[in-house]
């Protein structure tokens, strides 16, 4: 192994050599850089070699090259390329390359040695790499494309592109992104072609000389591949993905044209057909606007266009009428709705076409679920609450075992103060699985607390505090005791406390919130949060070290706090975490008492 590493710095001399004579380096330098790639060197060639040292390798030897670019550039000394930077460059491609051969399913270090080869501009290494990297990485269609991108842009050479797209096809018969770059590529090519003839057109050369296929020009091959596509693959969106790409290209109108009709022939039934057909509505060209045009004909112009857009959508749920094309057409009036205009008029339209379609659907029993919350937005925004309290009932009944759609329902019902919410309330937790249920408790707590009486309100946490899911149990303790505090003050808040702290389960929000009760009186007493540290200390010591940390605090810095106790409360911690929490409130007791925390 001496003999091998041995040999590898020799071959270096001549370049440390040209390194020190041209100035670029200084010999202590030059001493400090053979001491370091000997090191190198004898990691790459033990008996047992890790990847990390490949890469550490590589990473010094870009760093010397960058290192050389920069002095180059500073002291403007151009010559002996060939001697230092190409033996450096041919350098690091062969250690990637015994990299790559060992672990040949590490992309990362393809891509790497990719990445390196275009920022050096070593085009011969790099055609090899993709060779050898598609070799043992045919699975992988990213890579095809790459590499074909790479030999059609950088290379330009669109028949290599072409057999990569072509050998790429035979391993992924049924990829669409291969088939859509392989279609973008051919018309960029056609393009490519077109713009040198017109070039040489423009100045009167002879074009004798000069080959330009005709079908390659009117884009014959991107057809033909799109054909065979649409044969493999089916469906409406992969269909369209042709289109968004055959619009970038301004020769290509026949061939949109043709994709049209293959969509409205092949997927006539397909819910993405109508909607597309329906928004090129939006995009169709209007007669010439002159530069002073108002805003009122601009608006009646913009309500034209979404006329025709809903009479194609109207066609639509006539001849599809299932919950998919509804979606579609339902999304796009909920859309224009919320797109700001000052026309009023618009505005106007908008908003009863968004209701008119809203309604249809609903009573077509074909709207989606997620569709009624932006139903009942509108409604609430337009000021239709009867409507909107209508709309959600119905909802809720419809999608029973919906946890969100009840809770959407009971939200609407608590913001009009709606006198039904305990009935649906009731019926809500009747469908919807206990363990589900604690957001429909919160939403009745709120409307209770805002319509009902005190004694009705506290028979209904009663009713909560005796709940069997532990979740509903602790958020009613939160909130009954936050309530208590507000409605009947501090000695309400302590009676209850006292009433609940042996009454499991507990949550630390309720514990902290006696706490800041507590600390938000006049007269606080030290005394009275002992004990509630202690309670809360009791149910949660062992797994919240930033409770230990308040409550020393708590002694430091009450006026009343005995600055004694908290060694015997630092001890009980250490006694009582478990686990990482040890470290966790080591670390923080040991930068609070810094002054750093």
Same mark, same amino acid.
């Given at each position: 192994?001496?003999?091998?590493?041995?040999?590898?710095?020799?071959?270096?001399?001549?370049?440390?050599?040209?390194?020190?004579?041209?100035?670029?380096?200084?010999?202590?330098?030059?001493?400090?850089?053979?001491?370091?790639?000997?090191?190198?060197?004898?990691?790459?060639?033990?008996?047992?070699?890790?990847?990390?040292?490949?890469?550490?390798?590589?990473?010094?030897?870009?760093?010397?090259?960058?290192?050389?670019? &920069?002095?180059?550039?500073?002291?403007?000394?151009?010559?002996?390329?060939?001697?230092?930077?190409?033996?450096?460059?041919?350098?690091?491609?062969?250690?990637?390359?015994?990299?790559?051969?060992?672990?040949?399913?590490?992309?990362?270090?393809?891509?790497?040695?990719?990445?390196?080869?275009?920022?050096?501009?070593?085009?011969?290494?790099?055609?090899?790499?993709?060779?050898?990297?598609?070799?043992?990485?045919?699975?992988?269609?990213?890579?095809?494309?790459?590499?074909?991108?790479?030999?059609?842009?950088?290379?330009?050479?669109?028949?290599?592109?072409?057999?990569?797209?072509?050998?790429?096809?035979?391993?992924?018969?049924?990829?669409? &992104?291969?088939?859509?770059?392989?279609?973008?590529?051919?018309?960029?090519?056609?393009?490519?072609?077109?713009?040198?003839?017109?070039?040489?057109?423009?100045?009167?050369?002879?074009?004798?000389?000069?080959?330009?296929?005709?079908?390659?020009?009117?884009?014959?091959?991107?057809?033909?591949?799109?054909?065979?596509?649409?044969?493999?693959?089916?469906?409406?969106?992969?269909?369209?993905?042709?289109?968004?790409?055959?619009?970038?290209?301004?020769?290509?109108?026949?061939?949109?044209?043709?994709?049209?009709?293959?969509?409205?022939?092949?997927?006539?039934?397909?819910?993405?057909?109508?909607?597309?057909?329906?928004?090129?509505?939006?995009?169709?060209?209007?007669?010439?606007?002159?530069?002073?045009?108002?805003?009122?004909?601009?608006?009646?112009?913009?309500?034209?266009?979404?006329?025709?857009?809903?009479?194609?959508?109207?066609?639509?749920?006539?001849?599809?009428?299932?919950?998919?094309?509804?979606?579609?057409?339902?999304?796009?009036?909920?859309?224009?709705?919320?797109?700001?205009?000052?026309?009023?008029?618009?505005?106007?339209?908008?908003?009863?076409?968004?209701?008119?379609?809203?309604?249809?659907?609903?009573?077509?029993?074909?709207?989606?679920?997620?569709?009624?919350?932006?139903?009942?937005?509108?409604?609430?925004?337009?000021?239709?609450?009867?409507?909107?309290?209508?709309?959600?009932?119905?909802?809720?009944?419809?999608?029973?075992?919906?946890?969100?759609?009840?809770?959407?329902?009971?939200?609407?019902?608590?913001?009009?103060?709606?006198?039904?919410?305990?009935?649906?309330?009731?019926?809500?937790?009747?469908?919807?699985?206990?363990?589900?249920?604690?957001?429909?408790?919160?939403?009745?707590?709120?409307?209770?607390?805002?319509?009902?009486?005190?004694?009705?309100?506290?028979?209904?946490?009663? &009713?909560?505090?005796?709940?069997?899911?532990?979740?509903?149990?602790?958020?009613?303790?939160?909130?009954?005791?936050?309530?208590?505090?507000?409605?009947?003050?501090?000695?309400?808040?302590?009676?209850?406390?006292?009433?609940?702290?042996?009454?499991?389960?507990?949550?630390?929000?309720?514990?902290?919130?006696?706490?800041?009760?507590?600390?938000?009186?006049?007269?606080?007493?030290?005394?009275?949060?002992?004990?509630?540290?202690?309670?809360?200390?009791?149910?949660?010591?062992?797994?919240?070290?930033?409770?230990?940390?308040?409550?020393? &605090?708590?002694?430091?810095?009450?006026?009343?706090?005995?600055?004694?106790?908290?060694?015997?409360?630092?001890?009980?911690?250490?006694?009582?975490?478990?686990?990482?929490?040890?470290?966790?409130?080591?670390?923080?007791?040991?930068?609070?008492?810094?002054?750093?925390?």
């Amino acid at each position: 192994m001496a003999e091998i590493v041995q040999q590898r710095i020799e071959d270096r001399i001549p370049e440390l050599e040209q390194l020190e004579r041209v100035g670029l380096f200084t010999r202590k330098e030059v001493k400090a850089m053979v001491k370091k790639v000997s090191a190198l060197e004898y990691k790459l060639h033990r008996r047992i070699i890790s990847k990390e040292d490949f890469i550490t390798y590589i990473q010094y030897e870009i760093n010397v090259l960058e290192l050389i670019k &920069k002095r180059r550039s500073r002291i403007g000394y151009t010559f002996k390329r060939e001697e230092i930077e190409f033996t450096i460059i041919h350098r690091i491609n062969n250690v990637f390359r015994r990299a790559t051969a060992k672990w040949k399913d590490d992309v990362q270090l393809w891509l790497s040695h990719i990445v390196f080869c275009k920022k050096w501009n070593t085009t011969t290494q790099l055609s090899k790499v993709f060779s050898s990297m598609l070799a043992i990485h045919p699975d992988k269609p990213a890579f095809w494309i790459m590499a074909a991108k790479w030999e059609m842009e950088d290379r330009t050479s669109s028949e290599s592109a072409r057999l990569l797209f072509l050998r790429a096809l035979r391993f992924h018969p049924d990829n669409q &992104k291969l088939y859509q770059e392989y279609f973008r590529m051919e018309l960029m090519h056609a393009e490519k072609l077109r713009k040198e003839q017109k070039a040489l057109e423009q100045a009167k050369m002879d074009l004798g000389q000069y080959e330009f296929s005709e079908e390659i020009m009117k884009a014959e091959l991107a057809r033909v591949i799109y054909k065979d596509a649409i044969q493999k693959i089916k469906g409406a969106d992969f269909l369209l993905s042709f289109l968004a790409i055959a619009r970038l290209f301004d020769f290509t109108k026949e061939m949109q044209e043709e994709i049209l009709l293959d969509l409205q022939s092949l997927h006539a039934d397909d819910p993405l057909t109508w909607d597309f057909m329906a928004k090129r509505e939006l995009e169709a060209e209007s007669l010439p606007s002159s530069e002073h045009e108002s805003k009122q004909t601009k608006a009646l112009e913009v309500g034209r266009r979404e006329e025709r857009c809903c009479a194609v959508y109207e066609e639509a749920v006539t001849a599809v009428p299932t919950e998919a094309m509804w979606l579609r057409y339902v999304t796009f009036c909920y859309e224009r709705f919320k797109r700001k205009s000052n026309n009023e008029e618009l505005k106007q339209k908008r908003r009863e076409k968004a209701l008119a379609v809203f309604q249809r659907a609903h009573e077509s029993s074909l709207l989606a679920e997620s569709l009624y919350k932006q139903w009942l937005q509108v409604l609430l925004a337009v000021g239709l609450m009867d409507t909107a309290v209508e709309v959600a009932i119905a909802a809720a009944r419809r999608f029973s075992q919906s946890l969100d759609t009840w809770q959407s329902c009971l939200q609407v019902l608590v913001s009009v103060r709606s006198h039904d919410v305990p009935t649906l309330f009731e019926e809500a937790l009747a469908h919807i699985k206990p363990k589900e249920s604690l957001p429909l408790w919160l939403l009745r707590v709120e409307w209770t607390e805002e319509t009902q009486s005190l004694e009705d309100t506290e028979a209904f946490f009663q &009713k909560g505090l005796l709940s069997l899911v532990p979740a509903i149990s602790v958020a009613m303790k939160e909130q009954y005791l936050d309530w208590c505090y507000r409605t009947g003050g501090v000695k309400k808040a302590k009676k209850v406390f006292t009433s609940l702290q042996e009454s499991r389960p507990f949550s630390l929000a309720f514990f902290q919130k006696m706490i800041k009760i507590e600390k938000e009186q006049e007269t606080c007493k030290m005394q009275n949060l002992r004990e509630y540290y202690e309670r809360a200390l009791r149910e949660f010591g062992s797994e919240e070290d930033n409770l230990w940390l308040d409550y020393i &605090k708590e002694e430091l810095n009450h006026p009343q706090g005995k600055p004694e106790n908290c060694g015997k409360i630092h001890w009980r911690a250490m006694r009582v975490l478990q686990g990482e929490r040890v470290e966790s409130f080591i670390a923080k007791y040991t930068l609070s008492q810094t002054g750093h925390l």
